[in-house]
């Protein structure tokens, strides 16, 4: 009998320590409001999933530090848990439904890339767990109707819309030749979207369209083609891997194009692995530093480069500003719905109209930010070789003028 | 479907050159497979992870402002050990087992190797810059890289510092003689634990210096190894066991093809294209030989 006693005590203790674990899992505990997010720390993309850890932790810093949230009069602070999905979409979908089902997480931040995001968003959907991401760019993201699914940063398929447009309005209005190289994965193949309509509206032609399998480190073929048929405009899109084997290729077989855009091509990276032959290379960014957006917690872009740089080492990459501003999205909405219902928070989110260091916030009913333009850098180097992105459209914000036609590969 | 690469001329000649400097590569790495294989009988799936790794000591006195061209000394010698050790932990406790566990075994190591290089060495691509220029050939139509060229000239070099060494040394005919019967060898006292481990090393050095050149003429990567363990796969299919001049004009054949799918195909069919002919062939070897049991019996 005594044994009995004990042994009901014993599992009731465990059984309540269970339930105190859970529930101190849950959204919000005390003053804490916890988010949940998976993110790429191992695997193929671990270097972006790093640097969007590194954006959540500063804007969940700063906002802790300058009063937190709040909420029906009450201030809250903002905790993340983080998960690592290892660049698998798989795992990143079962650790959401962890999130969701195991920690009670109600909302959530995004992981990095558009395929994780991809594979996140029907959990998210179907438990109403409102998200707010920050590096899914994929057209096909918001075009599924979800309901629950924001997302700070402008879709992909504008990615170098701007490009081609720069380059018909440079070619007095008429339509130019277009030659394109695309990796195989739902963000490249959406900026190839982009670059079809852009090319339909303004009757340009594309006469080269290649598609890059995700192995690839050789594009010879591709540049030939280049070569013979002597393109107006070369796009290349495949991560940062397409970005370095195209300069690479380009600068060894002296490929001479009048303008080449790409995206994921960071001056920094590439100028360190390619010096002065990465210059006047056209690249499109979700952000930059110089431009005059404004807001509360990080004052400007200049302002933030400079903390994010004191904080983590390295001038912050647009992946870092964009998952900052996630969380200064989230804490305008909580403070607006003045509540954690899911639904009201997801309602505030959707009516978000706000300005942040990072540009403007303002969703679509898809759920796509359509208050922010691109910006497109060109590279370009001093003679030392040291290379710096520097805005050159749209033009309220260029800080250099566009060098075109780039200069043969014989003048250099 | 795109045949322009047969409208231009200068691009047919452009496609054949790209195609056989890129053969002779992969044929180095093949040679290292064909030779593991016929002496240990072992298939390795960590052979294009290997390469990998070559690639990264390379990048790495790159980055340290050494030249990558030394890399193809260094690395061969610091993979030679690297190898070794891979023997001395796991190859030497299946090598006398079926293909099948040395399959998984080594399939094993390639995926420990690629997780480590992630870790180790971070998910960026990287590269290592020679410096070397371009060769333009034809008024300017045809262009070389000259890191290619220099790619396959090495890889020539040591394709026969390796050859003379199966001949001349004792070492490497105590391999040849491993390979024709490893019992016998065994009984006429040749150390076959030790022919073992440097066959497993030198394989892996042939795979360090293959890598050392494709830092310097493409781009590496921690997940880019399968492909070339494929590619040798196929090239020691075709050409045979023991047979190093069919493992380099298979080898070249490999490139030449690879390169006129990229253009006719598309590029995003090159690697797919390799792939499905290796199925046709093992089709059809697995045609010819029933036909051959079929007379026997």
Redesign the interface.
């Known amino acids: 009998m005594k044994i009995k006693n004990i042994l009901i005590t014993f599992v009731s203790a465990i059984a309540l320590l269970f339930s105190t674990s859970v529930v101190s899992f849950a959204k919000v505990v005390g003053d804490k409001i916890i988010l949940g997010a998976a993110i790429s720390l191992?695997?193929?993309?671990?270097?972006n999933g790093v640097h969007t850890q590194n954006g959540y932790n500063m804007a969940v810093d700063r906002i802790n530090s300058m009063g937190g949230v709040k909420v029906g009069g009450k201030t809250y602070k903002f905790d993340i848990i983080y998960y690592d999905d290892e660049?698998n979409p798989k795992r990143a979908a079962q650790l959401a439904e962890r999130l969701i089902s195991q920690d009670k997480v109600e909302f959530m931040l995004g992981p990095y890339s558009s395929g994780l995001t991809k594979a996140i968003a029907p959990v998210t959907e179907k438990y109403g767990v409102p998200m707010v991401e920050a590096n899914g760019a994929s057209r096909s993201l918001f075009t599924k109707g979800y309901k629950y699914l924001f997302a700070v940063l402008a879709p992909a398929n504008l990615y170098l819309d701007v490009a081609i447009r720069t380059a018909v309005e440079l070619n007095g209005g008429k339509g130019v030749r277009i030659a394109q190289?695309f990796e195989?994965d739902a963000f490249s193949q959406d900026v190839r979207l982009g670059i079809l309509d852009a090319a339909k509206e303004t009757g340009s032609e594309i006469i080269i369209d290649?598609?890059?399998?995700k192995?690839?480190?050789?594009?010879?073929?591709?540049l030939?083609?280049v070569?013979?048929m002597k393109p107006d405009v070369l796009v290349v899109s495949g991560h940062?891997?397409g970005a370095?084997?195209a300069i690479?290729?380009i600068s060894?077989?002296?490929v001479d194009v009048p303008m080449l855009a790409m995206t994921h091509c960071d001056a920094a990276?590439l100028s360190k692995?390619?010096?002065k032959n990465s210059q006047y290379a056209l690249c499109a960014s979700q952000w930059h530093k110089t431009l005059t957006y404004k807001d509360d917690f990080f004052k400007d872009g200049m302002t933030y480069a400079a903390d994010f740089e004191k904080e983590f080492g390295y001038d912050p990459p647009y992946q870092s500003a964009e998952s900052s501003a996630a969380l200064l999205v989230f804490k305008d909405a909580f403070e607006r719905a003045n509540t954690f219902d899911q639904k009201k928070v997801r309602d505030a989110l959707a009516e978000t109209n706000m300005q942040t260091f990072y540009g403007n916030i303002k969703f679509a009913p898809g759920g796509q930010n359509v208050d922010k333009p691109m910006v497109l850098f060109q590279v370009m180097c001093d003679d030392a070789g040291k290379c710096e992105n520097k805005v050159v459209a749209p033009l309220k914000w260029a800080s250099a003028e566009l060098i075109h036609p780039v200069p043969k590969w014989s003048e250099r | 479907m795109d045949f322009?690469v047969f409208q231009?001329p200068?691009?047919t000649i452009?496609?054949c050159l790209?195609g056989l400097l890129?053969g002779i590569l992969f044929a180095l790495i093949a040679y290292g497979m064909a030779l593991q294989w016929g002496v240990m009988n072992i298939i390795n799936i960590a052979q294009g992870d290997l390469v990998i790794l070559g690639g990264y000591i390379a990048y790495f006195m790159y980055l340290y402002g050494i030249h990558p061209a030394w890399g193809v000394i260094v690395s061969p010698i610091i993979m030679y050990f690297v190898g070794i050790a891979i023997y001395k932990l796991v190859i030497n406790k299946v090598v006398d087992r079926d293909l099948f566990i040395s399959i998984l075994a080594t399939f094993g190591i390639s995926i420990l190797f690629m997780?480590l290089m992630?870790?180790a060495f971070?998910?960026?691509?990287?590269?290592a810059?020679s410096g070397y220029g371009?060769t333009?050939l034809f008024d300017?139509?045809v262009?070389l890289?000259n890191?290619k060229i220099f790619s396959a000239f090495i890889s020539i070099v040591f394709a026969i510092c390796l050859v003379v060494y199966m001949k001349r040394s004792k070492l490497g005919r105590a391999i040849r003689a491993t390979a024709q019967n490893a019992r016998a060898a065994k009984i006429l006292g040749v150390d076959t634990e030790k022919v073992y481990a440097a066959t497993f090393g030198i394989n892996a050095a042939l795979c360090g210096v293959a890598g050392a050149l494709?830092s310097i003429t493409?781009?590496?990567?921690?997940?880019?190894g399968?492909?070339y363990t494929i590619r040798s796969f196929m090239i020691v299919i075709v050409a045979g066991l023991g047979n190093l001049p069919g493992v380099a004009m298979s080898g070249m054949g490999l490139g030449i093809f690879e390169?006129f799918a990229?253009?006719i195909l598309?590029?995003?069919f090159?690697?797919?294209s390799v792939f499905l002919l290796l199925v046709l062939i093992l089709v059809y070897r697995r045609f010819k030989l029933s036909r051959k049991r079929e007379y026997l019996k």
Do not use: C
């Open positions: 191992t695997g193929k993309y671990s270097s660049s190289a195989q290649d598609k890059l399998p192995e690839l480190n050789d594009m010879a073929a591709t030939v083609k070569k013979q940062t891997k370095l084997t690479r290729q060894e077989m002296k990276k692995q390619h010096g | 322009l231009y200068m691009i452009q496609a790209d890129l997780q992630n870790f971070g998910a960026d691509v990287v590269l810059n371009t333009m300017n139509n262009v890289p890191s494709i493409f781009t590496i990567h921690p997940y880019m399968l492909p390169e990229d253009y598309g590029t995003e090159r690697i797919g």
